[in-house]
């Protein structure tokens, strides 16, 4: 189990660092037990990094760090039921590359792939769908190795108080191991993008929530448009019609990644220009349709940096949430460069779910690295808060547990299954002790 990352850390946007006193890279299910019990013996904690993909400090180690870089891959897959066990370090794009392999897709995922599949679930990654939930709800039972070492296993049915905690966790009550995961037959996705007026959009939002199965769209804050997706499954056995390499090179790698993070740059050197490149941005979005396999049209490549804010408010306050801040945005001292992206979630059973028991609509937030953010983020929270917003625990956020007892109604069911399973806080970190408080 030698260590082979070094233990300085930091996540993909550089807003979190943290330095470990021991890297361990275990190679088997025995090896992470053996990484915690150590981590016992000498009174310290142990966390797993993941990708860093995240914007807050969930996934920093500041004592033993587990680099799971070498515990990925597909354990087994069940013809009969469709589910899919995967080793916790394997990476979300590897999930998806392996499942199309086999002919097996998730139903719903994000737009990024980056994460490990166990970081994803802890931290409640999402996709967009009005009839479908985030990635942990595709979750059918996890195993984990808690604080003394032991081996557990949970689903619905076996310690199902566990199995409604671990699955949006924190890294708290444990380490991943493994995930099963419910999958369907691989699909296709007929994605249709294009610009509208975004009064119309918001009139039109339930209507479009309920036709497509993914619906989502991006916001420039001094622009009147949105650029809309729509993702909606072919028909079996219906061919896709992929975009050609060329164009799909052109719109995501020059114009959505070179061409934007160039005009970042300009507006970050010279901040009087941000409205104006913002607005054309906006003028300059063009329509595109295009189907291919699943993973392929839910994933698109992120290259410009940025630092981002989610939060999940119930989905019949949006309308009045982005009224207020297409109010208050412009009046703004420092300009905003960056989108607002807006995508919905059905209600699940999570009890850290950010849509733990309603339905919800999510508005995340961006700001170019670099650029000043933080007035802008706080007028965000202030707003979201008011409809009882809920943070995505990836992303940025001031709240703490205190704060966060009031937005989530199994909170303490959460802390007492957190004591239980991890009496010493073996897991903790200061991220977990700032949202979700220290162990009872």
């Known amino acids: 189990m030698a260590g082979t990352a070094a233990p300085a850390w930091r996540n993909w946007a550089g807003t979190e660092t943290a330095t470990a006193t021991e890297v361990r890279a275990p190679r088997d299910v025995d090896e992470i037990s053996a990484a ?32 799971l870089s070498h515990w990925t891959g597909i354990v ?43 970081g994803a679930i802890s931290t409640g990654t999402h996709g967009t769908g009005a ?8 979750v059918s039972a996890l195993e984990l190795v808690l604080a003394d070492g032991t081996v557990a296993h949970c689903s619905a049915t076996e310690r199902p108080d566990l199995f409604a905690a671990a699955r949006i966790g924190l890294g708290a009550l444990g380490v991943i191991s493994t995930i099963t995961l419910r999958t369907e037959p691989a699909f296709a996705l007929a994605a ?13 939002l339930d209507t479009n929530c309920a036709e497509n199965d993914h619906f989502e769209f991006y916001w420039f804050p001094y622009g009147h448009n949105a650029l809309t997706k729509r993702n909606n499954r072919l028909p079996v056995g219906a061919q896709p019609k992929p975009l050609g390499r060329a164009r799909r090179f052109f719109e995501y790698e020059v114009v959505e990644n070179a061409a934007f993070g160039a005009l970042c740059k300009i507006g970050r050197a ?24 699943s993973h392929k049209v839910f994933v698109t490549s992120r290259r410009v940096r940025f630092v981002e804010s989610e939060y999940a408010i119930p989905r019949d306050s949006l309308g009045d949430v982005l009224t207020e801040l297409r109010a208050q945005v412009p009046r703004l001292a420092e300009p905003v ?33 670099g650029m000043p953010y933080r007035a802008y983020f706080d007028l965000f929270e202030s ?31 959460f802390r007492r299954v957190r004591s239980e399973v991890d009496p010493g806080g073996r897991f903790r970190n200061p991220y977990c002790d700032r949202v979700l408080g220290q162990i009872a």
Do not use: C
């Open 270 to 293: 010279i901040p009087a220009l941000v409205r104006p490149l913002n607005k054309l941005s906006a003028a300059v979005l063009s329509p595109r349709t295009y189907s291919d396999v």
């Open 383 to 413: 707003i979201v808060g008011a409809v009882g917003g809920r943070p995505h625990w990836g992303k940025m956020h001031t709240l703490d547990a205190d704060a966060l007892r009031e937005r989530y109604p199994r909170f303490d069911d």
């Open 337 to 369: 460069m960056f989108p607002v992206e807006v995508r919905v979630a059905a209600r699940d059973d999570i009890w850290l779910s950010t849509a733990y028991d309603r339905d919800s609509a999510y508005l995340a937030i961006h700001q170019y690295l």
């Open 192 to 204: 249709e993008e294009r610009p509208e007026p975004l009064d119309d959009v918001l009139a039109n």
């Open 76 to 118: 087994a897959a069940d013809e009969t039921t469709g589910e899919v066990t995967v080793r916790s370090g394997t990476g979300l794009a590897a999930v998806n590359t392996a499942l199309d392999g086999i002919g097996r897709a998730l139903a719903n995922l994000g737009d990024i792939d980056a994460q490990t599949v166990s």
């Open 36 to 67: 915690i019990t150590d981590a016992a013996d000498r009174g310290q904690t142990v966390r797993a990094r993941g990708s860093g993909h995240s914007f807050t400090a969930v996934g920093a180690a500041h004592d033993i760090a587990l680099d």
């Open 131 to 138: 009839r479908l939930g985030g990635i942990a709800t595709q």
